[in-house]
């Protein structure tokens, strides 16, 4: 059984600084691509940032020059900074997975809140 652990998140003042990480476990052959997903009240689920198994990212253009992504094998890390208000949502891990059965297959892990108020 594949699981995405998730961690970070909470309470910072507009300007600041959080960290998301990611980390997915059970037997995987390959992670392709990882990523954040997020959703503000009352809006749809969107994509904040992915990264690919070799590395190559791509961000929404609201959090571009503002958010990083990393990854190591399969853990993944959001670095967020110049925090805004209408950053404030629950943010998601996503993973799209090649399981064991050959087949890929997409997870989601728990939710985090980010609260961006002063």
């Known amino acids: 059984q594949v699981l995405l652990v998730v961690s970070g998140g909470g309470l910072v003042q507009p300007g600041g600084s959080l960290r998301l990480s990611c980390a997915a476990s059970g037997i995987i052959f390959c992670i392709n691509p990882m990523g954040w997903y997020r959703q503000a009240p009352g809006m749809a689920r969107e994509l904040v940032a992915t990264?690919?198994?070799?590395?190559s990212t791509n961000y929404a253009d609201s959090v571009k020059g503002r958010f990083t992504i990393s990854r190591d094998n399969t853990k993944n890390t959001l670095q967020m900074n110049s925090l805004k208000p209408e950053d404030t949502a629950v943010y998601y891990c996503?993973?799209?997975?090649?399981?064991?059965?050959?087949?890929?297959?997409?997870?989601w892990g728990q939710g985090t809140l980010v609260t961006v108020s002063s």
């Open positions: 990264v690919s198994g070799v590395g």
């Open positions: 996503n993973a799209r997975i090649l399981t064991t059965d050959s087949r890929w297959l997409v997870f």
